[in-house]
Every structure is written in C-alpha cells, then in structure tokens.
C-alpha cells in the first residue's frame, strides 16, 4: 500500500494513512483545546507550517469547526468530537484515510454533515476512503466498492448492483392501486406485505419485465416501482448461508 509493507509501520507509510474510529473520534488530553491538539498533530507528522493553515482553513470551513478551535476537547459533544477528530485526523493531508463506524451514536443531522464530509474530501482530494461499518445505509451513501469477508474469506468484491444481482436472485415490486381495487396479489408474484392499496411482491429478476407488463395491464395502478431487496438482506444471506 502506498509503495509500502503496511505491517512494517515505517514512518513515511504511517504520515499517509490516518484513522479515526466512531467510538473514540478523538483521543489526547481533554483539557487541551482542539486547536491545541490540531498543533500538537502538526508536530507529530511533520507538516509543513503552510500546508497545515492551508489545510486547517480548509477543514474548518467544511466541517464548521470555526467556533470549536477554542474549547477543550472534554467540553465536545459527541458530534462535535466526531468534526473535530476528522480535522485531526486529516490536517497533515493523508493519502488513505480508514473509518470505523463513524456515525455510530450520533443524531440524524450529524450523520448526513459526516456523511457529505466524507464524500466531499474524498472527491477533492482524491484521497481513498476505507470504511468499515454496520450501518448499510453509510455503506450505500458512501461506497462504490464493496468487499465482504466472512471468516478469513472474500465472499465478494464489486459495486452494490452487482451484489444485489449476484446474490439475490429477486426483486421487490411496490405497488399502490385505485379505485378501491382488491387484487389476488399472488397471481403476480410472492406476496411480501400488504397495506390497504398498496403492496409489495417479491419477484425473481427474470420475471419482472412480464410481471410489470401483467400489472399495469390487468390493474389501475396508481404507482409502481422496481427496486433491489433491502441491502441487509443481501448481507444476512452470505453470512447466514455461506453464499457467494
């Protein structure tokens, strides 16, 4: 990685790569100040005065920690450590960048600014993100790639649709008719749920086209949509069944 044995942990391979978990954002002293402990950074990894104002401006503008600089880290809320150890973490620039679950506990406003953060830095940068998490919504957000390992073992390695078609081999149709109809759902595919006008099928990926073309010809409907099955659902599969 980066021209380097990772495991040997060389120095010029360890001011490249920075890491930052949602369960401890940002760790040193709490009575330092962030701006204390953003200089404190500087000096362990070397930066050069005018990339790290560079930098620091950079960082401050988009993850709005102008009015933190000054506040000791203890004082932070969750949130607020989260914003502050992602500075920290990337005021030197590093060149890979790994997250581990990093908007575990943080509230719903806190996730989507972490989420746009990340997103953000890595397409101006051009640094490489590796995330780690449970949160499959963070992964379908942020995540072109996707690797799965189950026990030692790659159980799979591309991008989300090709997943979702490799490893189940269904679709979910959600429909809503009018008029007060009450269909036979099951002419048309598995029955999943049913609410009132609406429901939805699971149909094999096959049979979409002619089941689509079956529904909007025999029914009014109202609104009808393709998707993928839910996105833990594909997981739970490999781990639940060994599939891949």
Request: with cysteine; charged share 30%.
């Amino acid at each position: 990685m980066l021209g380097h044995v990772p495991w040997r942990r060389e120095p010029g391979f360890l001011k490249r790569i920075a890491m930052i978990r949602g369960s401890q954002p940002i760790a040193g002293p709490g009575e330092l100040t962030v701006m204390d402990a953003l200089r404190f950074q500087r000096l362990i990894y070397e930066a050069p005065e005018v990339d790290f104002r560079r930098n620091l401006a950079e960082l401050t503008e988009m993850l709005g920690i102008g009015p933190l600089l000054d506040r000791q880290v203890r004082a932070l809320s969750l949130g607020e450590r989260m914003r502050s150890g992602l500075a920290l973490s990337l005021v030197y620039r590093p060149r890979v960048l790994f997250l581990d679950e990093p908007t575990i506990g943080l509230d719903v406003s806190a996730v989507g600014m972490i989420r746009r953060f990340i997103s953000d830095y890595s397409t101006q940068t051009g640094a490489t993100v590796l995330l780690t998490s449970h949160y499959m919504v963070d992964v379908e957000r942020l995540c072109r790639r996707i690797v799965l390992i189950d026990r030692g073992t790659i159980r799979y390695d591309g991008d989300l649709e090709g997943l979702s078609a490799r490893l189940s081999p269904y679709k979910l149709l959600k429909i809503a008719v009018s008029d007060g109809v009450q269909p036979k759902w099951e002419r048309f595919g598995e029955l999943v749920d049913v609410d009132g006008d609406r429901a939805s099928l699971r149909v094999h990926r096959r049979d979409v086209p002619a089941a689509t073309a079956r529904l909007l010809a025999e029914l009014p409907v109202a609104d009808l949509s393709v998707e993928d099955p839910p996105l833990e659902s594909v997981i739970d599969r490999v781990y639940r069944e060994g599939v891949a």
